[in-house]
């Protein structure tokens, strides 16, 4: 089993920064990949970005403004937000499984409110 721990939210004004932290502990030997998703209120969840080996991808809405990063020796990934939008209030979640899904584990979520 795999727990994921999260911090990093918090409330900012719009083009402001904030990063995001997600620690994972237990049987990680089965991670490849890495990521994070968000989900606003009334809205389906959707994939901010991930990280697998040494590829990224990012959702259109965050690509020049989110850069994902991880550090295998603490075992944890980061998203670091600039330019923060009102549009990216969401409930950020970190994920992290393995390459064929066989396991799949999520964070608790962290709250980002981006104030106009």
């Known amino acids: 089993q795999v727990q994921l721990v999260e911090s990093g939210g918090g409330l900012v004004q719009a083009g402001g920064s904030l990063r995001l932290s997600c620690a994972a502990s237990?049987?990680?030997?089965?991670?490849?990949?890495m990521g994070w998703y968000r989900q606003a209120p009334g809205k389906q969840r959707e994939l901010v970005a991930f990280?697998?080996?040494?590829?990224?991808n990012y959702a259109d809405s965050a690509k020049g403004r989110f850069t994902i990063t991880r550090d295998n020796a603490k075992n944890t990934v980061y998203l670091q937000m600039n330019s923060l939008k009102p549009e990216d209030t969401a409930v950020y979640y970190c994920?992290?499984?393995?390459?064929?899904?066989?396991?799949?584990?999520w964070g608790q979520g962290t709250q980002v409110t981006v104030s106009s």
């Open positions: 990280i697998s080996g040494g590829i990224t």
């Open positions: 237990g049987s990680i030997s089965s991670i490849n990949v």
């Open positions: 994920n992290m499984r393995s390459r064929t899904y066989a396991n799949v584990y």
